[in-house]
């Protein structure tokens, strides 16, 4: 995401905060503690519905993923991209020869452009869902995600929010069940851990006052050291 975004124009990027998906690009470079991650999908409790942190259980909330990552939070929640085929964008959006949509191709449709159209805010957001949103172990997008990005005009009152959320929450659950790799947004895993986690005690709230959402942006590289 961060090398992507190091790319835009700002005409590309005015696109997308009209959108309503502007902080998207106000996610810094943050490496992954894969083994902290691991840790804390683990403390998950299924009947519970929470993290037990500390001998506490603390749930992840919207109101939470709203603050860290400042996606759209209204509206109804999403579980699932409806699982329509979109032929049109898809054949527009995967490479030629190709039979899926790959994170490659879109990477290389978006850093080789210097449109800001429909189609540019598409690719890019189809890009965020692969890599950051709901990202899995592979390299490409499911293409019932095209159903989100199909109406622009009407991406800004999707609930963004509960669909990483609620992604992240069943790729948990994968992980508990199967032991395979953990997939879903495990950025968003780990710096709430961090905002959930400070220093000797556990906060009630992530939410700073004196901080402008989303608090994403404020977890840099200096920042992320004084964590590991």
Not at 10 to 39: F, V
Not at 71 to 93: Q, R, T, V
Not at 206 to 227: A, E, F, M
Request: overall charge neutral; glycine content about 4%; proline content about 2%.
């Amino acid at each position: 995401m961060y090398e992507v975004i190091l790319h835009l124009s700002p005409h590309q990027k005015e696109a997308i905060e009209d959108s309503g998906l502007g902080n998207l690009l106000k996610i810094n470079k943050i490496h992954i503690d894969r083994n902290l991650c691991n840790e804390i999908t683990r403390s998950y409790d299924k009947e519970k519905k929470a993290f037990n942190i500390n001998g506490t259980f603390v749930t992840m909330t919207l109101d939470d993923v709203d603050c860290l990552l400042g996606l759209p939070s209204k509206g109804d929640e999403i579980f699932e991209a409806p699982k329509i085929n979109n032929h049109e964008l898809f054949n527009l959006y995967k490479k030629e020869g190709q039979t899926t949509i790959t994170l490659q191709a879109l990477w290389e449709a978006i850093i080789n452009s210097s449109s800001y159209d429909d189609h540019f805010i598409r690719r890019f957001i189809i890009f965020s869902i692969g890599s950051f949103i709901c990202p899995t172990t592979q390299r490409y997008v499911r293409s019932e995600y095209l159903n989100l990005v199909d109406d622009i005009d009407k991406m800004r009152e999707l609930n963004w929010s509960s669909l990483t959320l609620n992604q992240l929450l069943k790729c948990i659950l994968k992980f508990r069940e199967k032991k395979t790799n953990i997939e879903g947004n495990v950025c968003l895993l780990q710096i709430w851990y961090w905002e959930k986690v400070r220093i000797d005690k556990l906060a009630a709230t992530i939410y700073y006052s004196c901080c402008q959402r989303p608090l994403i942006q404020y977890w840099d590289k200096k920042n992320v050291g004084t964590r590991n």
